[in-house]
């Protein structure tokens, strides 16, 4: 009894760690470099890992929300990717330091010139965003991403309070308050954005194996399942002496 009451055990075990290491499985994200502060401007970077072992990722759309319109939005040059951007007519026209402006960025598009993001690999996606909105907390993008086979993931899924996270979720990038003497702090400006006549182009891809939290991942998920197939098999050969004696 107490070695069925062990493999019992190491099998929840291992279902525990995989049920809270699943999470944290890499999706598409977004985060600022530093902080997004409401009504300044930020640097903002686009995560897009690659989940298949048997394609690349060739193109990545970023559609913008339209109840809270972006007037500003400049993307970085990468190496092996070209960029589009994609603005419309706002129903609403939106004023920002005095001026009316007509029309906001509803979509952004990179498309691979190279070999895109291959297996193991991941890619960030910098802008430069602003001005923030200041009547709300948080900005909900939805990416859609396509693999050189013809598939398509669209990570469009809104996260329901209380509930779990959808399987494909969509990116939400979290503003910060304002700073108490009314100032907007930003971790970059309509201004530096547009000076990339100096600025390095960013690397066109990076190693997910350097991404902490993935791995992290990985390796409580493979620990879990060592731990439940010890347990197992010390319950089954447990039970085999019992039968023996």
Do not use: C
């Amino acid at each position: 009894m107490k070695a069925s009451r062990i493999a019992a055990a190491g099998a929840v075990a291992a279902s525990a760690v995989l049920a809270v290491s699943a999470p944290a499985f890499a999706h598409v994200s977004v985060q600022p470099e530093g902080e997004a502060a409401k009504g300044g401007y930020a640097v903002v970077d686009f995560k897009v890992p690659n989940e298949r072992d048997d394609a690349s990722t060739n193109k990545v759309e970023v559609n913008f929300p339209t109840d809270h319109p972006l007037a500003s939005v400049m993307p970085q040059p990468l190496d092996g990717w070209s960029v589009k951007v994609t603005k419309t007519k706002l129903a609403k026209p939106l004023t920002m330091h005095g001026e009316k402006i007509s029309e906001a960025v509803s979509k952004v598009t990179w498309t691979a010139t190279g070999k895109g993001i291959e297996p193991g690999f991941f890619q960030k996606f910098p802008l430069s965003v602003g001005a923030l909105p200041e009547d709300t907390d948080e900005l909900v993008f939805k990416a859609i991403q396509t693999y050189d086979n013809k598939e398509v993931v669209r990570w469009i899924e809104p996260q329901q309070e209380g509930q779990e996270e959808p399987e494909n979720p969509a990116p939400v990038l979290t503003l910060s308050e304002a700073s108490a003497d009314g100032h907007h702090r930003s971790s970059g400006t309509a201004k530096d954005a547009s000076d990339t006549s100096t600025a390095a182009p960013a690397s066109s891809t990076s190693a997910s194996s350097a991404d902490s939290s993935d791995t992290t991942a990985r390796v409580l998920g493979v620990v879990g399942i060592v731990v439940g197939a010890a347990g197992v098999a010390y319950g089954v050969l447990a039970g085999r002496r019992r039968t023996e004696a």
